[in-house]
C-alpha cells in the first residue's frame, strides 16, 4: 500500500480543529514535527488557491506546497502535498484528505495521504505526521 492514513480524536470543536488548518496564523503555530518551527505560511484559501510553508529547525528550512481541490467547512479538507528540493524543483505530489467528524465537542480526524510512490517514501513520513498532529494537539489545548 501506498498510501498513509492516521485517525485522531482531538480534544477541539470541528470548527475550531477546521480553522487550525485553514488559518494561517493559527497553521503556523502547530506545523511541523517537534523541534520545528513554522518560518513562513501563505495560505489562499480557495479551492485552486495555493498554500506554502517552510518549517526550519534551526539548521535546515524545509518548504512544502500545494494546491487546495476541496473546501468543505467544517467537515473536509483536500489538498496537494509536495516537498520543495533547493534548487526549486518539487518532488512528488501527493493529495491530502482530512475528513473532521463531530464527536461530542470532540473532533475525530481522519487524515489520508496518498499515492506515494514507494513504501519507504510513506513510511518516512509516518512519523513526522504523528509529531506534528502531537503538536496540533498541544496547539488546541493551549487555544480553547
Given at each position: 500500500?501506498?498510501?498513509l492514513?492516521i485517525?485522531?480524536?482531538?480534544?477541539a470543536?470541528?470548527?475550531?480543529?477546521?480553522?487550525?488548518?485553514?488559518?494561517?496564523?493559527?497553521?503556523?503555530r502547530?506545523?511541523g514535527?517537534?523541534?520545528?518551527s513554522?518560518k513562513?505560511?501563505?495560505?489562499?484559501?480557495?479551492?485552486g488557491?495555493?498554500?506554502?510553508?517552510?518549517?526550519?529547525?534551526?539548521?535546515?528550512?524545509?518548504?512544502?506546497s500545494?494546491?487546495?481541490?476541496?473546501?468543505?467547512p467544517p467537515?473536509?479538507?483536500?489538498f496537494?502535498?509536495?516537498?520543495e528540493?533547493?534548487?526549486g524543483?518539487r518532488?512528488?505530489?501527493?493529495l491530502?484528505t482530512i475528513?473532521?467528524?463531530d464527536?461530542?465537542g470532540k473532533?475525530?480526524?481522519?487524515?489520508h495521504?496518498?499515492?506515494?510512490?514507494?513504501?519507504?517514501e510513506?513510511?518516512?513520513?509516518?512519523?513526522?505526521?504523528?509529531?506534528c498532529f502531537?503538536c496540533?494537539?498541544?496547539?488546541?489545548?493551549?487555544?480553547?
Amino acid at each position: 500500500m501506498t498510501d498513509l492514513t492516521i485517525t485522531r480524536l482531538l480534544d477541539a470543536p470541528r470548527e475550531l480543529a477546521f480553522r487550525v488548518w485553514t488559518d494561517p496564523d493559527h497553521l503556523a503555530r502547530w506545523w511541523g514535527p517537534a523541534g520545528f518551527s513554522t518560518k513562513s505560511c501563505t495560505v489562499n484559501l480557495t479551492e485552486g488557491g495555493r498554500w506554502r510553508v517552510c518549517v526550519s529547525d534551526g539548521e535546515t528550512d524545509l518548504w512544502a506546497s500545494g494546491v487546495y481541490h476541496e473546501i468543505v467547512p467544517p467537515e473536509r479538507l483536500v489538498f496537494s502535498f509536495a516537498w520543495e528540493e533547493p534548487e526549486g524543483a518539487r518532488s512528488h505530489d501527493t493529495l491530502v484528505t482530512i475528513v473532521l467528524s463531530d464527536r461530542g465537542g470532540k473532533t475525530e480526524m481522519t487524515f489520508h495521504q496518498a499515492i506515494f510512490e514507494t513504501v519507504t517514501e510513506r513510511d518516512e513520513h509516518v512519523d513526522g505526521w504523528q509529531s506534528c498532529f502531537d503538536c496540533l494537539a498541544t496547539y488546541l489545548a493551549e487555544t480553547r
